[in-house]
Every structure is written in C-alpha cells, then in structure tokens.
C-alpha cells in the first residue's frame, strides 16, 4: 500500500474501511481482533454481556499472563501509563542522555507496567486499550476514526470517550488465550 507506509497507517486504513463498512450495515456492536493473536473461549466473550450495556462503550481484552499491550494502554490516571511507551524508551535511550542499559529502560518502561489482571478483577477503565480485541457498540464509534499516527486504538479510544461521552474497560474475564 504506497499510499500507507507506515505499519500502524495501515492498520488504520484498515480498520478504517472494516468499520465503515459495518457501520453501513447498522450493526449493534463491531469485534475487532488482531486475528494473528486471537482466541478466545466463548464464555470469555459472553462475559462481557454480564455487565449492564448502558454502562460501557467497549470492552478489551486481558491476557491469561502479563497484560502486555501497553502501546495501546492509556490509563485514566495522568501519571501512570498516559504515554507512548515506544517513543519513551526511544527518548530514554539516546546517546549520551542517560546511564542506564537498554534492559533497565525496558523495565522502567515496558515491565513495571505489565502486570498479571487476576480473572476476578472484573472491569478496569482506562482511556484506551486493546491487547488483541475489542467488541464495540458501534453508535458509541459514530464521528471517530482509527488514526495511525501513534498506536492507532488510541486517538480513535480518545474520541470515542470524548465525542460520545464512551466507557472503555480491560473486562478480566474476556481473555485471549
């Protein structure tokens, strides 16, 4: 795709056009997977209609270990997790601009982050997420668009929260496996 180089502006022109087309067809709610990660047992999924639909938007996945998708993890907190982990260590590991080693950067910005979501836990909100599927009522999409700037579920979580006033939870029963 020459008119999409970049990997995440092409996952995004994907998503893109996917979305589109199921919002032509007035769907009530959009699966959206990376389908070279997804599995996922059905009673996962059903578990995500446990909770009263008015309450949220869209419903993301934990994984059965560490919750690893922190490029697409925004947390509602400002100061935890609010900020693109790639670009972080990139800033973290330039020459000449710190003493750490690649290994401790990776664990001040990838691993302290990635922890274990006990099944129990029930439903964490975040600013956005992913970790390898999301189910989405659709009218809460209506106005937003995948953007592949950064990691693309963002700005399109970003929106959803703010132009349609959505909720996004990591659901701790909806697991890949």
């Known amino acids: 795709m020459k008119s999409h180089p970049g990997r995440t502006d092409r996952l995004a022109f994907c998503r893109n056009t996917l979305l589109n087309k199921t919002r032509e067809l007035k769907a009530d709610y959009i699966l959206v997977t990376d389908l070279d990660a997804f599995s996922t047992a059905v009673s996962a999924f059903l578990s995500n209609f446990q909770y009263n639909i008015d309450d949220w938007s869209v419903m993301t996945t934990a994984s059965s270990g560490a919750y690893s998708d922190l490029w697409a993890l925004r947390t509602l907190s400002d100061?935890?997790?609010?900020?693109?982990?790639?670009?972080?260590?990139?800033?973290?590991?330039?020459?000449?601009?710190?003493?750490?080693?690649?290994?401790?950067?990776?664990?001040?910005?990838?691993?302290?982050?990635?922890?274990?979501?006990?099944?129990?836990?029930?439903l964490l909100e975040v600013r956005s997420a992913f970790g390898g599927a999301g189910l989405y009522k659709l009218n809460s999409t209506y106005g937003c668009q995948y953007n592949g700037a950064t990691c693309e579920h963002v700005a399109f979580h970003l929106c959803i929260r703010e132009k349609n006033q959505g909720r996004i939870f990591i659901n701790s029963e909806f697991r890949l496996n």
């Open 79 to 122: 100061s935890v997790m609010n900020y693109d982990v790639w670009r972080r260590m990139g800033e973290l590991g330039g020459a000449g601009k710190n003493h750490c080693s690649p290994t401790e950067i990776r664990y001040l910005v990838l691993n302290i982050h990635e922890k274990i979501i006990p099944i129990e836990y029930g």
